[in-house]
């Protein structure tokens, strides 16, 4: 992918105007790390890149930048540009397309983000970026009080790179988040959500926590419950146990969430063959980990769960309604409830015979 890209950087150059990478993927390639994602800054218009690529599929313009789709790769590319005010915390209200690189980097959010390549594969670091890798620190490429203020999400992204690079974050950088934390109440929760389920997730998850909980931006993002859930490896797990349903988008997350929640309310456990019945494998485990509990022991009795629903039981319901003459309706879910509860004590197999043993045994002629 990077060959095709320093392709793509000399193509544009051939057109005669500047380009280079920038951003997360010369970072991650200085740090030696995987990436997928590549973004070109360059001096071209996007109605330039139009008339340079017109064979290839180009995203419509989005605050000056597209998305190029080139030899099956996608590259996002944006026109060095200088930013307006940020009026309402979240995008610059103008912005005027410019031919200056040092001047285009400085309006982006940290140091680490500002390290360019040209397509000789020099390294262009204008704002002391990989000083910054080398000193594992977080810093934003001028004032950090202005960054946030400007856009807030800034202060989230200096928490994610922190976790994820385990970098420390420059003191004015730190400051800066707790004079401006409350700033968060303008961003979207879908945008908070992306940046902290990367936090969570995290294999350092525990110090992207320990910063969320000292800079004070954990009380406006109402995550009330962060200094005690258990880390997890799973993120429905993790915001069940925040109780924050603004930050569930998905009818499904929600349901799964207010099932794991009534079970640690209810201290119900878990490793039997009603609960694994009841809820599934999915939202016991989940209980499981954030109890700290033996997974063997519950994927073993799961395996040897006599059914696992209802769809399962060896006998429709037009036999039981036959054998008890009875029409279908709600004493008919009783009956049900009862053989499966017989069934999940082991007390009868799921097998027909047994099942229509049992009614015979147990249930007179219903007329």
Same mark, same amino acid.
């Given at each position: 992918?990077?060959?095709?890209?320093?392709?793509?950087?000399?193509?544009?150059?051939?057109?005669?105007?500047?380009?280079?990478?920038?951003?997360?993927?010369?970072? %991650?390639?200085?740090?030696?790390? &995987?990436?997928?994602?590549?973004?070109?800054? #360059?001096?071209?218009?996007?109605?330039?890149?139009?008339?340079?690529?017109?064979?290839?599929?180009?995203?419509?313009?989005?605050?000056?930048?597209?998305?190029?789709?080139?030899?099956?790769?996608?590259?996002?590319?944006?026109?060095?540009?200088?930013?307006?005010?940020?009026?309402?915390?979240?995008?610059?209200? #103008?912005? +005027?397309?410019?031919?200056? $690189?040092?001047?285009?980097?400085?309006?982006?959010?940290?140091?680490?983000?500002?390290?360019?390549?040209?397509?000789?594969?020099?390294?262009?670091?204008?704002?002391?970026?990989?000083?910054?890798?080398?000193?594992?620190?977080?810093?934003?490429?001028?004032?950090? &009080?202005?960054?946030?203020?400007?856009?807030?999400?800034?202060?989230?992204?200096?928490?994610?790179?922190?976790?994820?690079?385990?970098?420390?974050?420059?003191?004015?950088?730190?400051?800066?988040?707790?004079?401006?934390?409350?700033?968060?109440?303008?961003?979207?929760?879908?945008?908070?959500?992306?940046?902290?389920?990367?936090?969570? $997730?995290?294999?350092?998850?525990?110090?992207?926590?320990?910063?969320?909980?000292? +800079?004070?931006?954990?009380?406006?993002?109402?995550?009330?419950?962060? &200094?005690?859930?258990?880390?997890?490896?799973?993120?429905?797990?993790?915001?069940?146990?925040?109780?924050?349903?603004?930050?569930?988008?998905?009818?499904?997350?929600?349901?799964?969430?207010?099932?794991?929640?009534?079970?640690?309310?209810?201290?119900?456990?878990?490793?039997?063959?009603?609960?694994?019945?009841?809820?599934?494998?999915?939202?016991?485990?989940?209980?499981?980990?954030?109890?700290?509990?033996?997974? &063997?022991?519950? $994927?073993?009795?799961?395996? %040897?769960?006599?059914?696992?629903?209802?769809?399962?039981?060896?006998?429709?319901?037009?036999?039981?309604?036959?054998?008890?003459?009875?029409?279908?309706?709600?004493?008919?879910?009783?009956?049900?409830?009862?053989?499966?509860?017989?069934?999940?004590?082991?007390?009868?197999?799921?097998?027909?015979?047994?099942?229509?043993?049992? $009614?015979?045994?147990?249930?007179?002629?219903?007329?």
């Amino acid at each position: 992918m990077l060959d095709v890209a320093l392709e793509l950087l000399g193509i544009i150059e051939n057109n005669g105007f500047k380009a280079y990478l920038v951003g997360g993927c010369v970072r %991650n390639l200085i740090l030696g790390h &995987d990436f997928t994602d590549i973004d070109i800054c #360059t001096s071209a218009t996007p109605c330039d890149i139009r008339n340079i690529f017109k064979s290839s599929l180009i995203s419509t313009e989005r605050y000056g930048s597209i998305v190029l789709i080139y030899k099956e790769k996608k590259f996002e590319i944006t026109t060095f540009r200088q930013e307006g005010i940020y009026s309402d915390g979240r995008r610059p209200d #103008t912005f +005027t397309y410019i031919d200056s $690189l040092q001047e285009d980097l400085k309006r982006r959010d940290f140091t680490i983000n500002t390290i360019c390549m040209d397509k000789d594969k020099n390294i262009i670091d204008i704002y002391n970026g990989i000083s910054d890798i080398k000193l594992k620190t977080i810093n934003t490429v001028i004032d950090a &009080d202005k960054k946030f203020y400007e856009n807030p999400l800034r202060m989230l992204r200096a928490i994610r790179f922190a976790t994820i690079l385990d970098f420390d974050t420059a003191s004015n950088v730190k400051d800066a988040i707790i004079n401006n934390f409350n700033k968060v109440e303008l961003i979207s929760y879908e945008k908070r959500r992306s940046e902290l389920d990367k936090i969570f $997730l995290s294999k350092n998850n525990k110090y992207g926590i320990k910063l969320l909980l000292e +800079t004070g931006l954990y009380k406006s993002l109402g995550l009330n419950n962060l &200094d005690k859930i258990s880390l997890i490896d799973d993120i429905i797990g993790i915001w069940a146990q925040i109780r924050n349903y603004k930050y569930l988008f998905k009818k499904s997350e929600r349901k799964l969430v207010s099932l794991i929640i009534e079970i640690l309310d209810n201290n119900i456990e878990v490793e039997n063959n009603f609960s694994l019945y009841k809820y599934g494998l999915y939202i016991c485990t989940v209980v499981s980990k954030i109890r700290g509990n033996d997974l &063997d022991k519950l $994927l073993h009795i799961y395996n %040897n769960i006599p059914i696992i629903s209802f769809d399962a039981l060896d006998i429709s319901t037009d036999q039981v309604c036959n054998i008890l003459n009875i029409e279908k309706g709600i004493k008919l879910k009783y009956i049900y409830d009862d053989i499966i509860n017989n069934i999940l004590s082991c007390n009868i197999k799921n097998k027909e015979e047994d099942i229509i043993l049992y $009614l015979k045994n147990n249930y007179n002629v219903i007329k």
